[in-house]
């Protein structure tokens, strides 16, 4: 069941909210992580779509390894905490699956940044949904602390 009262979030931007709140996103490369502070019920989320940020430019949200450690501090500073806090991952596809090179493809380091980083703090991984060729459509519920997902499908166009 899609929830209405959802606040879309786009790439580079960062959501915590409280039940019976929900948030969501679409994701192909890119990916969210989505932590939720089990007895509070705030639950927050960003989309991040590279995994480093290489030190030119501003240091936004786009890049994972800003993206993670602002959506923990944000949640810390709503009252959750960490060792309470719940975390799901999700997108990392390989979107472009024509051009594959013997480097590591964007969403798969997408994925290890993110995994790395929730390491860092002690944060569990208790769900996750990534890789594989399709995008992804999800709705982060809070009320119920769960994930709605819908797979997409791309085609290639000639």
Request: proline content about 3%.
């Amino acid at each position: 069941m899609i929830l209405t009262n959802s606040t879309f979030i786009h790439v580079g931007q960062i959501h915590i909210d409280i039940a019976p709140k929900a948030i969501s996103t679409v994701l192909g490369s890119c990916v969210s992580v989505c932590l939720y502070d089990t007895t509070l019920g705030i639950g927050g989320m960003n989309h991040y779509l590279l995994p480093f940020w290489n030190g030119n430019g501003l240091q936004t949200p786009k890049f994972g390894n800003i993206a993670i450690p602002k959506l923990i501090e944000t949640m810390i500073a709503k009252g959750a905490h960490p060792n309470r806090m719940k975390a799901k991952i999700f997108g990392g596809a390989m979107m472009n699956t024509t051009d594959v090179s013997n480097t590591m493809m964007i969403g798969e380091k997408n994925i290890m940044v993110a995994r790395k980083i929730l390491q860092e703090y002690s944060i569990e991984i208790v769900a996750e949904d990534i890789g594989g060729q399709n995008g992804r459509k999800i709705q982060f519920d809070l009320k119920q602390g769960k994930i709605l997902l819908k797979y997409a499908s791309y085609q290639n166009i000639t």
